[in-house]
């Protein structure tokens, strides 16, 4: 194996000197502007010197890009416009100019109405780190089709706090979106405390992916109306850091913040923040989240959904790490499948008191043994009164307290009275819907009956003394006929 790949790497680096080669040729035929010429230049032979470490690390070679030099190219890259890659003076100009001659449509078509066709244009940032001290605004014009990518953008220490250091939010528009399909690839974005990461307003189906978002001093991605953003397989942290920080306790902002519909965030991981992921909008989707931003003894939070009376949430496969999940007076909120380490739990947080069709199911929960509960009412502003079809159960539970909607259990006596206290495991306080029983005798046939279900405690009392066993089968709350 070793042998062949020798054999390849050597037919691959004379394949290289070839291009090179012509590569010269070409320039000496055609340019005239020296500089020009020498920064072509330049990119090409680092192009060609990946290229090259691809292939001794095995990888299939590819070919080599086309050069931008084609009249016909739609790839900017942000260096042709003076952008300083090594990032010690500041870019936001020439990365602007790039963007806009980006931004400039090569045709008369559109996406959605009102939204014109970039055909698939790309910025371009060569890899390199570039200093800004204004947010990469997109231009006012309502576009799409565009895709920024392969760099880092760092805030400079004078750049306008509450801002993003890239924004799709212009300050006014004439159509119905901003802006539609545009893709953000490989990019880390540093707020240097100052700056947010991504502000995505109005947008139709925004792509953010294998992005790095850190120092953020607000949000590291905001979004506002418009649908079907993408987040995924990225990391969002305020400070990077591996967990067990020292200055977890102050760690502030969002690393995510949804004010909007429709969007879904997948494969991601929040390593610091005070709240992981912060949702107003509904038919949202989390899938694949690793949420460790802030413990939840220190006040952060995970997951917050702060969407009362019309949640519209799911939350599956994900991992809530010391930091849990708070849903305020949720209707229509479904957890499944997800994974809560230490003590991390789901709060249920009333407002105005309504709870409906919440189901809490088959997740694991691991504490420390301190008794906290895998999910919690909060009812510190008002109690619950509009309860309805609320399933918490099948979760596996180590070293936390079991609650649930559903609970049963066996009692074996010599009497004529069966007391079952259900308080200790229901989530809701004085309430059970629905009970079956069965006494199993073998003293006769004694007459028995369920007589009293209050305060979660089920009694059921026989006529004559009798050794019996008694199952008892009850639940909360899980819709009248269902
Ligand atoms: C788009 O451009 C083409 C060619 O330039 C032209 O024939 C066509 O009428 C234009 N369509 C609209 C809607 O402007
Ligand atoms: C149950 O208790 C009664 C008296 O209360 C007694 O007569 C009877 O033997 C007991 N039955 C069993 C199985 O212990
Ligand atoms: C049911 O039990 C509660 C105490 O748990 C008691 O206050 C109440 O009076 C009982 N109801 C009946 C009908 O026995």
């Known amino acids: 194996m070793a042998e062949r790949r020798k054999t390849f790497l050597d037919h691959h680096q004379n394949l ?24 072509r230049y330049e990119r090409v032979r680092f192009r060609s010197e990946s290229l090259l470490a691809s292939v001794s690390a095995g990888a299939a070679p590819s070919p080599l890009p086309s050069s931008s030099s084609s009249a016909s190219s739609r790839v900017y890259h942000v260096t042709d416009y003076g952008a300083d890659p090594t990032g010690k003076i500041d870019s936001t100009a020439a990365i602007l100019r790039a963007l806009s001659d980006a931004f400039r449509p090569p045709s008369n078509r559109s996406l959605i109405a009102g939204v014109a066709d970039l055909g ?51 300050s006014q528009s004439s159509s119905a979106y901003n802006y539609e399909y545009i893709t953000f690839s490989s990019l880390m974005l540093d707020g240097n405390y100052r700056a947010g990461g991504i502000a995505i307003v109005n947008s ?15 949000d590291g991605i905001w979004i506002q109306n418009g649908h079907e953003t993408l987040i995924s397989a990225s990391f969002l942290g305020q400070h990077i850091t591996a ?3 020292p200055g977890e306790r102050s760690f502030s902002g969002t690393a995510i913040r949804i004010d909007g519909n429709d969007n879904s965030i997948t494969d991601i991981v929040i390593f610091s923040a005070a709240v992981g992921i912060q949702i107003a909008g509904q038919a949202n989707i989390i899938t694949g989240v690793h949420c460790y931003n802030k413990a939840t003894g220190f006040g952060g939070t995970g997951i917050y959904l702060k969407l009362p009376g019309l949640t519209q949430t799911r ?135 369920l007589r009293n279900v209050s305060a979660n405690q089920v009694v059921i009392e026989s006529d004559v003394a009798v050794q019996a066993t008694v199952h008892v089968a009850v639940e909360q709350c899980q819709g009248s006929m269902a």
């Open 16 to 39: 290289f000197l070839r291009l090179l080669l012509a590569f010269f040729s070409i320039i000496g035929a055609t340019s005239s502007d020296g500089t020009e010429v020498l920064r």
């Open 243 to 245: 967990g067990a920080d």
């Open 120 to 170: 698939g244009a790309e910025l371009n940032l060569d890899g390199g780190s570039y200093l800004i001290s204004s947010p990469i605004a997109l231009p006012s014009s309502p576009a799409g089709n565009l895709k920024i990518h392969s760099g880092s953008l760092r805030a400079s220490n004078n750049f306008p706090t509450n801002r993003y250091l890239i924004e799709l939010w212009p």
């Open 204 to 218: 139709l189906r925004t792509l953010i992916q294998s992005c790095y978002i850190v120092h953020f001093a607000s």
């Open 315 to 449: 939350i599956v496969n994900c991992y809530l790490d010391y930091t849990g999940i708070v849903a305020e007076d949720p209707v229509q909120l479904y957890v499944s499948g997800s994974f809560f380490l230490g003590d991390a739990n789901v709060v249920l947080k009333s407002v105005n008191g309504v709870i409906k069709a919440v189901d809490i199911v088959d997740n694991m929960f691991a504490g420390g043994g301190g008794g906290v509960d895998i999910v919690r009412l909060d009812e510190t502003g008002g109690a619950f009164t509009s309860i309805d079809q609320v399933v918490v159960k099948r979760n596996s539970v180590n070293g936390m307290t079991v609650r649930s909607t559903a609970a049963r259990a066996s009692l074996e006596a010599n009497g004529t009275i069966w007391t079952i206290d259900f308080s200790p495991i229901l989530l809701f306080p004085n309430r059970i819907d629905h009970v079956q029983y069965a006494m199993i005798t073998s003293s006769g046939f004694p007459n028995h009956a």
